[in-house]
């Protein structure tokens, strides 16, 4: 782990300095950690990637999903693909636009909150400092085979939106494409965005639209995304913070995804 990554990390609750420790592994466990002395915290890094939250800690919606993700995430970007391509729109295209909303500026730290198998890295400048997080194991060792495939400068953590193991006013983007929809605390996850994001920063999200969701539910393989949910999908405008500027809430593809994007005051 770089420096500067460790210095720009804490403990996702109490938010607490971290330090580096490498020990002599037990029983194949994890030899390298982050850890918190004074508060009796401990983070096991295993193959590379801090973990900030154990499955048993997941809960509610969130544990859900991580079992689909994890189950799927070897075919994951072919079910993107295939969904994608049953609404019509270009995947490559989609992300390339998508990214050019974020106002990536050269060697600025970027947060991904989602993600994922790590699709945007093709798009990203290669200039800027990425950091990703999620919560699905399955999908972080997709996205870090294609972060060495790709010989990209990134670093993943394996952990919670709604909790961000990440110093305050640290990121010059915070971006969210997809997943959100989903989470337990929606509101959460967005103040966490705003807490991490210099001043001065745009924070953006996007997600599919209820009209998405209807049209892929019965589809095999796809729907396990969509089946059985019951809270209506809105972009949640309702829940940025106050005092946030340029507020920007719109729908793109033909009502197939909701956009919002806002700036954390200077």
Not at 205 to 216: F, G, P, Q
Request: net charge neutral; with cysteine.
């Amino acid at each position: 782990m770089r420096a500067e990554t460790l210095e720009i990390l804490c403990s996702p609750v109490e938010r607490a300095p971290l330090q580096f420790e490498s020990r002599p592994a037990i029983n194949g466990d994890a030899t390298q950690f982050l850890v918190n002395r004074e508060h009796g915290l401990e983070f096991p890094i295993r193959d590379g990637i801090p973990i900030f939250v154990e499955p048993h800690a997941i809960t509610g919606i969130n544990s859900r999903f991580r079992r689909i993700y994890d189950s799927w995430a070897p075919f994951y970007d072919l079910l993107s693909k295939v969904g994608l391509f049953i609404l019509g729109v270009s995947e490559h295209k989609l992300r390339r636009e998508f990214i050019e909303k974020l106002e990536i500026t050269n060697g600025g730290r970027v947060l991904s909150t989602s993600v994922g198998t790590g699709s945007d890295l093709s798009v990203i400048p290669r200039s800027c400092k990425y950091y990703g997080l999620d919560l699905s194991a399955g999908m972080l060792r997709v996205c870090q085979n294609r972060v060495e495939r790709l010989g990209t400068l990134a670093e993943l953590f394996l952990g919670q939106a709604e909790h961000l193991p990440f110093k305050d006013e640290t990121f010059e983007v915070v971006y969210q494409m997809g997943g959100i929809n989903f989470f337990n605390d929606q509101g959460q996850a967005i103040r966490e965005m705003v807490r991490v994001a210099k001043n001065g920063s745009k924070i953006v999200i996007m997600d599919e639209t209820e009209k998405v969701a209807r049209a892929l539910e019965n589809i095999p393989g796809i729907n396990a995304w969509f089946r059985h949910h019951r809270r209506p999908i809105i972009p949640p405008t309702a829940l940025i913070p106050a005092g946030m500027e340029e507020v920007e809430s719109c729908e793109l593809y033909d009502g197939q995804a909701w956009f919002v994007s806002f700036r954390k005051p200077r």
